[in-house]
């Protein structure tokens, strides 16, 4: 059974067609990766699965309801965790500090957040002392690592990453899908967007987006 399906999405900006008519499956314990060139609609699919924008046309479905019935803040805070390309993390805040700060936004509850923080960010690679480090003292791919792990701070069904190695060397790149690799054995769905070959390649499945003619971006 799908997690998340897509049934004919359609999508237009400014009456700009961006998607038609797009129909995907996406199943837990599965790593799919978006390709498409530049202006096919690849973040504009993200930020449709995410809830952050609704479809023109179609419908999309988180188990077997449709996303439009659900509250989208609770859609977002506790079915969906996203990894955005330029991290987006509270950089006067430590590692720890900005997962546990993710967990007070969704709702989560936990006996300790601080211990879960850290736990997280230990299975992404980070030790306590990295764990404890202000996020601007961190490398590109550690900073990544954080943002992983606060995706996964409320325990989502699925994990959203744009371009989630594009500011990264190729043996970090490697490190980031292999941590990836891992959750979808722990059952979660990942769904990347990347231009690149070889991050498509490592994946489960390949959805390709094709520019649509009337979309001149």
Known sequence: MSVLSLKNISFSYD????????????????MYCIVGKSGAGKTTLLSLLSGLASPTG?????????????DKYTFRSKYIG??????????????VENVVLSMDVAGYKAKNKKQRAVELLNSVGLDEEEANRRVLKLSGGQQQRVAIARALSYDPDIILADEPTGNLDSETQNEI????R????????????S?????????????????LKGNKK
Do not use: W
């Open 15 to 30: 009456k700009t067609p961006v998607l038609q008519n797009i129909s995907y499956e996406f199943e837990k314990g599965r």
């Open 182 to 193: 891992e959750l979808t054995k722990k059952g979660k769905c990942v769904i990347l967007v």
């Open 58 to 70: 179609g419908e999309i479905f988180y188990e077997d309801k449709n996303v439009a019935s659900i």
């Open 82 to 95: 996203v990894v955005f390309q330029s991290f987006n993390l509270i950089t006067k805040y430590t590692a």
């Open 195 to 211: 231009h690149s070959p070889e991050v498509a390649a490592m994946c489960d499945e390949r959805y390709e987006l094709v520019r």
């Open 177 to 180: 899908i292999n941590i990836f």
